[in-house]
């Protein structure tokens, strides 16, 4: 264990801007709201910071976990940190510092043994039976080129949904992933600043053996963006540059990043699948992992709740209900289809509470919700007031679901 330190000295927590995909996970984790971010950065304010190290595990890169020794008034303030585009390097202490007292202040790894949890709804850690993932193998300074070997639409052609599934194929490099993993997409050009554009970051729609089994490739499904989430005219220039690519375009790619939202690699494990739009590509990935080794009586059950505007809005729906019924549970919540209700992953949830409230009571369940921000809270809702019908404490559940690993959520 560390020696205390100084109580000048400060052990400031810093992101490396290199290596951060501006993914907002650290934000959303930390219990204190130390985090925050403007279009250039993410930057932990060292008025706040506590050490906790809650933000550490779920960050998909490893960008959070930067610590410097510092004089604690010469600390770097949030305005410093924003301007940044690479970390600064180590700076000696004063000798009579390096040699001051011990403060009575917990060390941050002291506190690292017991992380609390955090703000966040979901699990920081992954499922105890998850594989091992690699994440940071190619960066932004050392990206790899990989090529299109397919781009085609995926919802009606008719409809405002412009989604496509897009498959990369590595050639001869490596690159081992894991269903719920997410790759970096470098676009072309620069920012409005005149800066090459961040990564912008797309969850694999395909398991960790390939888009095809057996080959080194793998695909997204990326939503055309051509307006905010307040319906203003925008233009997405990393999702409108990926739907336009053709066969045999070569694409700058960082990653595997994610080493949290993971599914388990037990047998028999159960999968609640809730999901909404192009949130749907992870749970393509490990209802498609299950799929290859249905034969091996390996497979526990896949209860899906997956919710679009319409059926020819929902991405993939066609192979979806090919699946067969034994397989998997299919629960569709569509919110503007003709002539139906309106409605909402949440409400299927409700509906189905007895097929959720029994896959809930086994502990080899894990519960994946991925979509859209606003889902969340709707969904933790649905899922208190179900394990409330039967008498159950949700809170409990609710703590034991995210320490075991078994709730995650990514949502953006
Ligand atoms: P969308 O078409 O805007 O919405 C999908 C469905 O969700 C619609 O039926 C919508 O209903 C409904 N919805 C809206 N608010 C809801 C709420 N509060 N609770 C439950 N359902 C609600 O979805 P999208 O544009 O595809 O967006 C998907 C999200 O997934 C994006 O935020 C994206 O960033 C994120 N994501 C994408 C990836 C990827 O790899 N591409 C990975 C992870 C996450 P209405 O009729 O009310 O609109």
Request: negative net charge; charged residues 20%.
């Amino acid at each position: 264990m560390n020696a205390p330190l100084p109580a000048e000295v400060l052990k400031q927590h810093l992101i490396d801007p290199e290596i951060c995909i501006r993914c907002n996970t650290c934000e959303e984790t930390c219990p204190i709201k130390a985090i925050t971010h403007d279009s250039n950065n993410y930057v932990v304010d060292p008025e706040i910071c506590n050490g906790c190290m809650a933000c550490v595990p779920p960050c998909p890169t490893g960008a959070i976990d930067n610590w410097r020794l510092m004089v604690r008034t010469e600390a770097y303030g949030l305005q410093e940190q924003l301007g940044w585009e690479e970390l600064p390097g180590e700076k000696a202490l004063p000798e009579a510092m390096a040699a001051a007292p011990a403060s009575d202040e917990p060390d941050a790894t002291e506190a690292a043994i017991a992380p609390p949890l955090s703000a966040a709804p979901g699990a920081t850690v992954p499922p105890w039976s998850a594989a091992h993932p690699y994440v940071n193998l190619y960066t932004h300074k050392a990206p790899m080129t990989a090529t299109v070997v397919g781009n085609y639409r995926v919802t009606g052609a008719d409809t405002e949904s412009d989604i496509h599934h897009i498959v990369l194929d590595f050639g001869e490099l490596p690159f081992p992933v894991l269903e719920g993993q997410s790759i970096g997409i470098l676009p072309p050009g620069v920012d409005a600043q005149g800066r090459p554009h961040h990564a912008r970051q797309y969850s694999l729609a395909s398991p960790r053996d390939g888009e095809r089994a057996g080959y080194n490739n793998l695909s997204l499904t990326v939503k055309r963006v051509t307006e905010d989430h307040a319906g203003a005219a925008a233009h997405g220039v990393c999702s409108n540059y990926l739907c336009d690519l053709a066969k045999n375009d070569k694409v700058q790619v960082i990653g595997p990043f994610g080493n949290t939202f993971l599914m388990p690699n037990h047998p028999r494990a159960n999968l609640i699948m809730i999901c909404t739009g192009t949130g749907s590509a992870p749970m393509r990935a490990m209802t498609e992992r299950y799929r290859r080794r249905i034969e091996t009586g390996e497979n526990g059950r896949l209860l899906l709740f997956f919710g679009a505007r319409t059926e020819r809005e929902l991405p993939y729906f066609g192979p979806l209900m090919k699946l067969p019924r034994d397989f998997i549970d299919i629960n569709l919540a569509l919110s503007r289809e003709t002539g139906q209700p309106k409605r909402y992953v949440q409400d299927l949830i409700r509906d189905r509470a007895d097929a959720v409230r029994e896959l809930l009571a086994d502990r080899n369940t894990c519960i994946y919700v991925c979509g859209l921000k606003g889902m969340e809270l709707g969904v933790l809702d649905a899922l208190r007031e179900v394990t409330l019908q039967a008498g159950q404490d949700w809170s409990i559940l609710h703590d034991a679901l995210r320490r075991e690993g078994r709730l995650h959520f990514e949502t953006y």
